[in-house]
Nanobody, 117 residues
Framework: VQLQASGGGLVQPGGSLRLSCAAS????????MGWYRQAPGKQRELVAT??????DYADSVKGRFTLSRDNAKNTVYLQMNSLKPEDTAVYSC?????????????WGHGTQVTVSS
């Protein structure tokens, strides 16, 4: 599985950004797709994931971020609204595959999101 991420950038507090992540390769085995982020000096944390139509969000982004999935394009989108400075981080796309008893995680390149005035 290969993941191509796009989006990110610099935005003022209260602004919006959209991240995209397109999957290719053995997409039939993808069970879950989503986004994680890592801020400087902090551990990587889950932002939002979609597991076969069931979406989970970190408490810190609920009501502000929306994860959507376009199965025809094998792409997930993370719409980020009402951005706060604490959302500043490197965001990474993740895909988890399950093949029998084998579980594997794939990562796209990270994209920087900076929220600052």
């Amino acid at each position: 599985v290969q993941l191509q991420a796009s989006g990110g950038g610099l935005v003022q507090p209260g602004g919006s950004l959209r991240l995209s992540c397109a999957a290719s390769g053995s997409i039939f085995s993808i069970n879950r797709m989503g986004w994680y982020r890592q801020a400087p000096g902090k551990q990587r944390e889950l932002v939002a994931t979609d597991t076969r139509g069931s979406t989970d969000y970190a408490d810190s982004v609920k009501g502000r971020f929306t994860l959507s999935r376009d199965n025809a394009k094998n792409t997930v989108y993370l719409q980020m609204n009402s951005l706060k400075p604490e959302d500043t981080a490197v965001y990474s796309c993740n895909a988890r595959t399950i093949d029998g008893t084998r579980i594997a995680d794939y990562w796209g390149h990270g994209t920087q999101v900076t929220v600052s005035s």
